[in-house]
């Protein structure tokens, strides 16, 4: 509550019904709308990005005629946060109001026929994290106890998004989003074992967040933006730098079909 009041006295009448975190080198659109911003660093309860790409500020901007606040970067299990810390926004956005948030991170293609620059539909997920972080003490006020998993990704959200991308000309891919700890990537071994798992790609965020938005009743919608091969084995080596560049280069239909999408919840 001394996070959500803190954000109110900041925005005033601004009610926001639509979330967006926006993950890895995709956090131009909110340097696009920006109406009134706020670092993470200011907010009681909030901790600062100290990855690269990630701004690190929440950002509220009407778009398309709706309501929406950004965030600018996300905190990550890697960094010694607690699952419970990283997700902490998450549950701060459901005090403002938000009713729907779309997620969205780059991500190592597993998928065989996944290209780098691709974005894909998360249709559903596999928390290889080693911890939930719905773990401790529930709060009644957020959501149950023991809370439905079946659909996460909820599927008018995906027929919402599917649609757009067509009309956009983009060939959008769907599939299953596999996170680990981070933060190495994963060897050629481990990426086999995701793909048996059924896995399409894999990252180092997006689940925990995913778990804590459905616990606490938002409608979810998840966007992977495939930065690279997930492991090349025999090839080039994986870099952050090589994730980042990827995402600059799909940065432009990745907000063409951010903002048809908000058009149309």
């Given amino acids: 509550m001394e996070s959500s009041e803190f954000i109110k006295e900041k925005i005033g009448n601004f009610n926001p019904e639509i979330a967006i975190v926006l993950g890895s080198g995709l956090g131009e659109l909110a340097d696009e709308y920006t109406d009134i911003a706020i670092p993470y660093a200011e907010i009681p309860g909030f901790i600062k990005s100290t990855v690269k790409g990630h701004k690190g500020r929440l950002v509220f901007a009407d778009i398309a005629g709706k309501k929406v606040v950004m965030m600018q970067g996300r905190n990550h299990f890697y960094e010694g946060h607690t699952l419970g810390e990283i997700t902490y926004p998450i549950k701060v956005l459901k005090k403002l109001g938000v009713k729907t948030i779309i997620l969205t991170n780059a991500a190592g293609a597993v998928n065989e026929s996944f290209a780098p ?137 990745f907000k063409e079909l951010i903002l048809e999408i908000i058009k149309h919840i």
């Fill in 117 to 253: 620059g691709d974005l894909m539909l998360i249709t559903d997920h596999i928390n290889c994290m080693g911890q939930n972080p719905l773990i401790g003490a529930n709060d009644d006020t957020l959501g149950e106890r023991f809370p439905d998993m079946t659909e996460i990704y909820k599927q008018d959200l995906l027929n919402i998004a599917k649609t757009c991308a067509k009309n956009l000309n983009i060939n959008i891919k769907q599939g299953v989003y596999l996170a680990n700890s981070g933060p190495s990537y994963e060897t050629p071994a481990e990426i086999r074992m995701a793909r048996l798992f059924g896995a399409d790609a894999v990252g180092m965020s997006t689940v925990p967040e995913a778990i804590v938005a459905n616990y606490c009743g938002l409608k979810v919608l998840g966007i992977s933006c495939i930065s690279n091969a997930a492991s090349k084995a025999g090839g080039t080596a994986l870099s952050h730098e090589e994730v980042i560049e990827t995402t600059n280069k799909a940065k432009v239909k």
